[in-house]
């Protein structure tokens, strides 16, 4: 077994994990990066659409610049979030973020006249390229400026455990090879979470197969606080058919380069929402949508799994094809977007919870654990935001670097961890293949713990949950026993990730007793500002867990209501 030493371990490489590992290495702090997939190419940050300007950029008005801090706020986060984090975020964005990019030769897409090109409205967004598609020069950006900086890197490797000193803290990592098999240890002073902000935990999920909640799981079993994990968002226009298709939009954001947006009908025909003409603030108009997508599901007109349509039909193809990516699903199909628009359904995207973290360091509350981006339970996520969490985790770091110690091998813990992941690599049982049993726990997750729940319907999740834990996985059957590039133990260790992970988010669900924005309790339907405009914090005991509520501190924006249904609360 290779044991491998630094000042920090990182796990993760996407634009979070990147950043982080970019700016301590900036601040010549030792980094290694573990990544389940390939740096840059694999996780979220690879499907970033677009990138919001704030402030003052590229002409942005103060209205237009305010209006960008509300939909962060009040759309993407509910309220549910630090606005001074926010306001210095934001300030970082504008000064450092995009002048960085620009410097390092990404390309912002420009008309024939040399002018970036911008879609109009109350928000402004500009695209890397071509809109739908920024995330990917992005992340072809970041992965070279890792290798440039000899930033040594573990790829196709998993993390399955944080290793830690006999005081509790973090020192370091037990690592498996997706490709050899082979088991290595990373010993750190720190390590950093930055897996993201999207787990495939749903049966139809804009993750992909290799998120599996694997950050969230480590970091509860090390003993970290969670919080606000019952807040997840959801995608209403997506690709119904084929399944292998879920993660593939019909984007609803502002058009680049037009006054339009894609629009949504039912099965009747009807249109129920057009972002530019029913909500212009919302940007990111997820949350808008999906309520407007309830009624309809109410009304018999649609269904969460399809049965409502989403396209431009009243757009020139022009317009969509000209800085766009969006008309290209239906070119795929052999389809026409102005013949009519194409089977949509919902799709499980963002999770706005995550590990709880000071928002000053990224530190979480187990010493040596610091995270960075999506995991994190202070922000929904965009690709800019969670950029900045990996410039405040490297300057959190560098500030307390002198207080935190060499990583040291705890034998004991090396030596459980193998024989763990050695067993399941032997599962010789007669029952599911992982796989199987992964797509069991997604089936539970969308029909219980799904758009619409209610204490039964998530008390009965909990029950399928601790069925798959007590009667399935000792049961589980796993066919190929070779250790070289067996996708099957790989499901078999993710597969422990997602039964812990589903069942967490799921007893926050019946802790939160309210809906807001995206989340949807139809045992209670108001929006309670009185006694839930709060974090709703889950803390590991002795015999299992408690919640707190901490109110936010509401500097800059505050709701104008106390009570009020949700379904007409009008973000």
Same mark, same amino acid.
Request: contains cysteine; proline residues 4%.
């Given at each position: 077994?290779?044991?491998?030493?630094?000042?920090?371990?990182?796990?993760?490489?996407?634009?979070?994990?990147?950043?982080?590992?970019?700016?301590?290495?900036?601040?010549?702090?030792?980094?290694?990066?573990?990544?389940?997939?390939l740096v840059g190419k694999s996780g979220a940050?690879?499907?970033?659409?677009?990138?919001?300007?704030?402030?003052?950029?590229?002409?942005?008005?103060?209205?237009?610049? =305010?209006?960008?801090?509300?939909?962060?706020?009040?759309?993407?986060?509910?309220?549910?979030?630090?606005?001074?984090?926010?306001?210095?975020?934001?300030?970082?964005?504008?000064?450092?973020? !995009?002048?960085?990019?620009?410097?390092?030769?990404? !390309?912002?897409?420009?008309?024939?006249?040399?002018?970036?090109?911008?879609?109009?409205?109350?928000?402004?967004?500009?695209?890397?390229?071509?809109?739908?598609?920024?995330?990917?020069?992005?992340?072809?950006?970041?992965?070279?400026?890792?290798?440039?900086?000899?930033?040594?890197?573990?790829?196709?490797?998993?993390?399955?455990?944080?290793?830690?000193?006999?005081?509790?803290?973090?020192?370091?990592?037990?690592?498996?090879?997706?490709?050899?098999?082979?088991?290595?240890?990373?010993?750190?002073?720190?390590?950093? @979470?930055?897996?993201?902000?999207?787990?495939?935990?749903?049966?139809?999920?804009?993750?992909? =197969?290799?998120?599996?909640?694997?950050?969230?799981?480590?970091?509860?079993?090390?003993?970290?606080?969670?919080?606000?994990?019952?807040?997840?968002?959801?995608?209403?226009?997506?690709?119904?058919?084929?399944?292998?298709?879920? =993660?593939?939009?019909?984007?609803?954001?502002?058009?680049?380069?037009?006054?339009?947006?894609?629009?949504?009908?039912? *099965?009747?025909?009807?249109?129920?929402?057009?972002?530019?003409?029913?909500?212009?603030?919302?940007?990111?108009?997820?949350?808008?949508?999906?309520?407007?997508?309830?009624?309809?599901?109410?009304?018999?007109?649609?269904?969460?799994?399809?049965?409502?349509?989403?396209?431009?039909?009243?757009?020139?193809?022009?317009?969509?094809?000209?800085?766009?990516?969006?008309?290209?699903?239906?070119?795929?199909?052999?389809?026409?977007?102005?013949?009519?628009?194409?089977?949509?359904?919902?799709?499980?995207?963002? =999770?706005?919870?995550?590990?709880?973290?000071?928002?000053?360091?990224?530190?979480? *509350?187990?010493?040596?654990?610091?995270?960075?981006?999506?995991?994190?339970?202070? *922000?929904?996520?965009?690709?800019?935001?969670?950029?900045?969490?990996?410039?405040?985790?490297?300057?959190?770091?560098?500030?307390?670097?002198?207080? @935190?110690?060499?990583?040291?091998?705890?034998?004991?813990?090396?030596?459980?961890?193998?024989?763990?992941?050695d067993s399941l690599l032997a599962s010789n049982?007669?029952?599911?293949?992982?796989?199987?049993?992964?797509?069991?726990?997604?089936?539970?997750?969308?029909?219980?713990?799904?758009?619409?729940?209610?204490?039964? *319907?998530?008390?009965?999740?909990?029950?399928?949950?601790?069925?798959?834990?007590?009667?399935?996985?000792?049961?589980?059957?796993?066919?190929?026993?070779?250790?070289?590039?067996?996708?099957?133990?790989?499901?078999?260790?993710?597969?422990?990730?997602?039964?812990?992970?589903?069942?967490?988010?799921?007893?926050?669900?019946?802790?939160?007793?309210?809906?807001?924005?995206?989340?949807?309790?139809?045992?209670?339907?108001?929006?309670?500002?009185?006694?839930?405009?709060?974090?709703?914090?889950?803390?590991?005991?002795?015999?299992?867990?408690?919640?707190?509520?901490?109110?936010?501190?509401?500097?800059?924006?505050?709701?104008?209501?106390?009570?009020?249904?949700?379904?007409?609360?009008?973000?």
């Amino acid at each position: 077994m290779q044991i491998l030493t630094t000042d920090v371990v990182v796990v993760g490489g996407g634009a979070a994990g990147c950043y982080a590992a970019l700016e301590l290495t900036r601040k010549h702090i030792d980094t290694i990066i573990v990544c389940k997939g390939l740096v840059g190419k694999s996780g979220a940050s690879l499907f970033a659409g677009n990138l919001v300007l704030g402030g003052g950029l590229l002409g942005n008005t103060p209205e237009q610049a =305010r209006n960008t801090a509300e939909f962060l706020i009040k759309y993407h986060n509910q309220y549910l979030i630090d606005q001074n984090w926010a306001k210095r975020c934001g300030q970082w964005i504008e000064s450092v973020y !995009y002048p960085e990019l620009e410097a390092a030769g990404l !390309y912002f897409r420009r008309d024939d006249d040399g002018n970036v090109v911008v879609s109009p409205g109350k928000i402004r967004s500009v695209a890397a390229n071509v809109q739908g598609n920024s995330g990917v020069p992005f992340m072809d950006l970041r992965r070279k400026q890792v290798i440039k900086a000899g930033i040594r890197r573990l790829e196709e490797t998993i993390v399955t455990s944080l290793l830690r000193r006999e005081d509790g803290s973090v020192c370091g990592v037990f690592t498996v090879n997706c490709l050899t098999g082979e088991y290595a240890v990373v010993l750190a002073r720190a390590v950093v @979470l930055a897996t993201g902000y999207s787990d495939r935990l749903h049966k139809r999920s804009t993750g992909t =197969r290799e998120m599996s909640g694997d950050g969230l799981a480590m970091a509860w079993r090390a003993g970290a606080s969670l919080v606000n994990l019952e807040m997840q968002w959801w995608h209403t226009n997506d690709v119904a058919h084929p399944p292998t298709w879920q =993660r593939v939009q019909i984007y609803p954001n502002p058009v680049l380069g037009s006054e339009h947006s894609a629009r949504m009908v039912n *099965s009747a025909g009807e249109e129920f929402f057009n972002q530019q003409v029913d909500d212009p603030m919302a940007f990111g108009p997820y949350t808008v949508q999906l309520k407007r997508l309830v009624k309809q599901v109410h009304a018999g007109k649609a269904r969460f799994d399809g049965g409502y349509f989403a396209g431009f039909d009243h757009i020139d193809p022009r317009e969509i094809d000209a800085y766009t990516t969006y008309g290209k699903p239906f070119y795929q199909l052999g389809l026409d977007p102005r013949q009519g628009p194409i089977e949509t359904a919902v799709t499980a995207h963002y =999770r706005q919870g995550g590990i709880l973290v000071d928002t000053a360091n990224m530190r979480s *509350s187990v010493p040596g654990l610091y995270v960075a981006g999506g995991v994190g339970g202070h *922000s929904n996520g965009l690709i800019a935001l969670v950029t900045f969490d990996g410039k405040c985790v490297a300057d959190g770091i560098a500030a307390e670097i002198g207080g @935190l110690h060499p990583g040291t091998l705890p034998d004991e813990q090396v030596e459980l961890e193998r024989r763990r992941i050695d067993s399941l690599l032997a599962s010789n049982g007669e029952g599911l293949a992982p796989v199987q049993v992964k797509e069991e726990i997604r089936r539970v997750m969308w029909e219980k713990a799904g758009v619409e729940k209610n204490h039964a *319907s998530l008390t009965g999740a909990l029950e399928d949950l601790d069925r798959i834990r007590t009667c399935v996985l000792p049961n589980m059957r796993v066919k190929n026993h070779t250790r070289v590039a067996n996708y099957e133990w790989v499901d078999a260790i993710d597969v422990h990730n997602m039964v812990d992970v589903a069942e967490l988010i799921v007893h926050s669900s019946i802790e939160r007793r309210e809906s807001r924005g995206p989340f949807m309790r139809t045992d209670f339907p108001e929006t309670d500002n009185e006694n839930w405009l709060a974090a709703n914090i889950m803390i590991k005991t002795d015999n299992g867990f408690r919640f707190e509520q901490v109110p936010y501190d509401l500097p800059f924006f505050q709701p104008d209501f106390a009570r009020r249904d949700n379904m007409a609360v009008p973000w």
